[in-house]
């Protein structure tokens, strides 16, 4: 395979080890064993919020008023996609049974765990979009009780559209708090929620390493990294298309590695060229953002073919992996590792993130590679069971007995050798 970088990464030598797992450790312990005073006392320090941290019905009612309708259109209208999509996947997850032999059955069935916290993130944006993402999944799967948890912003609290999301998609209690203290709360079932058997939704760092600590004790969507996204692109792709859609998530942060795949060595060339252009455009805050993680993070690769294309694609395993190229479902049928696909020009990554239905809570850091996003899946076990009369045990035991035994496991063999000698 021949491969030619017209712009690599730069890896950060400087770089320190960060302290974020210490910190969280502890964090988690002092308030598992504190409570709710310990968590409090968090949102005070971290989330500079002194008020009630439970959003009432009062409260969730005039966020809705204040905001403009056609605000609350784009919610709605986000909001049914995401659901549309979501019930769709949970219609094909069908409970079922087989005979194994005349008179021995056995089954399966997807059940919903009974209670899930989603965590929306509030800081530097506001993701509306991971809030609806996040509990519309959770509800379409069937969960009974969703919490949902989102730092203040500002001395109002949350967003007034952040509310009214959270409220539509279906979260029966919201906390105004953020971070490590907004997790545990949710895990641990402080302010009269039920204990989260799942834990779901996007967050910075210390909200991740949170959920990595939690794993085992609760179940979660994912450990999430930086977004991440790759463009594959051919000689028919627009280069100014390319570059924007590179440009659009590189805006999400300085730590966020975007890629450009093609075979065309002047469509690189022109996008190299654009890029900076484009993000001088920006607002400063944004502009900055994608200024750094342009110049340190960013790669365009020349390759050959679309075959070696597809092949660093799935070796990048991105997080959104965008195909602007000829014959879509040639790369539909060929591309294995990614976390969201995005066909043509006419979609893009902003689509899936915002509104499309789609799940946006997705695999990154080249997980795409052994897991998919977040789906109604996360919410749900599958449990199997069976059931036998007692002639069409016989075999089974027979077997399970003479198996145990050649394991070295006897009480197991003599649970078998029962079921043959009291019948």
Not at 144 to 155: I, K, N, T, Y
Not at 182 to 187: L, P, S
Not at 413 to 423: E, F, M, N, P, Y
Request: charged residues 20%; hydrophobic residues 45%; contains cysteine.
């Amino acid at each position: 395979m021949t491969v030619r970088f017209l712009k690599s990464a730069k890896p950060d030598s400087a770089q320190q080890q960060s302290s974020v797992r210490d910190r969280v450790l502890d964090m988690l312990h002092d308030i598992e064993q504190g409570g709710e005073a310990v968590a409090l006392r968090y949102a005070s320090e971290l989330d500079d919020w002194h008020g009630d941290v439970v959003v009432s019905e009062d409260e969730i009612a005039a966020a809705a008023a204040r905001l403009d309708p056609s605000v609350r259109a784009d919610i709605e209208f986000a909001h049914a996609n995401i659901q549309k999509f979501a019930k769709a996947q949970r219609a094909t997850l069908l409970d079922m049974e087989i005979e194994m032999a005349p008179g021995f059955v056995a089954g399966q069935r997807s059940i919903p765990v009974v209670s899930a916290g989603c965590y929306a993130p509030g800081g530097r944006f506001s993701h509306v979009a991971s809030a609806l993402m996040t509990i519309t999944t959770a509800k379409a799967a069937g969960v009974e009780f969703v919490a949902a948890a989102s730092p203040p912003r500002g001395p109002d609290g949350i967003a007034d559209e952040m509310v009214y999301a959270m409220h539509l998609a279906g979260a029966q209690k919201i906390l105004c708090m953020g971070g490590v203290q907004a997790v545990a709360a949710m895990a641990f079932g402080f302010f009269d929620i039920p204990r989260a058997d799942v834990l779901a939704g996007p967050g910075n760092a210390w909200v991740a390493e949170a959920k990595r600590q939690l794993y085992g004790r609760v179940g979660i969507d994912m450990v999430a990294g930086p977004t991440d996204s790759l463009i594959v692109a051919d000689q028919s792709a627009d280069p100014a298309v390319v570059a924007w859609d590179m440009v659009g998530q590189m805006e999400h942060g300085a730590d966020s590695p975007v890629w450009l795949v093609t075979d065309s060595s002047a469509l690189a060339s022109g996008v190299l060229a654009l890029v900076p252009e484009l993000i001088a455009t920006l607002p400063a805050s944004n502009a900055k953002s994608a200024t750094a993680a342009w110049e340190n993070l960013a790669e365009i690769v020349v390759c050959d073919d679309r075959e070696e294309m597809a092949t660093m694609a799935d070796r990048y395993a991105p997080e959104h992996l965008h195909v602007q190229a000829r014959d879509l479902d040639w790369w539909l049928t060929r591309l294995r590792a990614y976390g969201s696909l995005f066909l043509g020009a006419e979609t893009t990554v902003a689509f899936g993130d915002k509104a499309a239905g789609p799940n946006h809570v997705l695999p990154t850091s080249g997980a795409a590679r052994y897991t998919g996003g977040l789906s109604v899946h996360k919410f749900l076990k599958t449990v199997t069971w069976q059931r036998a009369t007692g002639e069409a045990a016989r075999q089974v035991a027979e077997v399970t007995a003479r198996i145990s035994r050649l394991e070295g496991m006897e009480a197991h063999a003599r649970t078998a050798d029962i079921r043959l000698t009291s019948r």
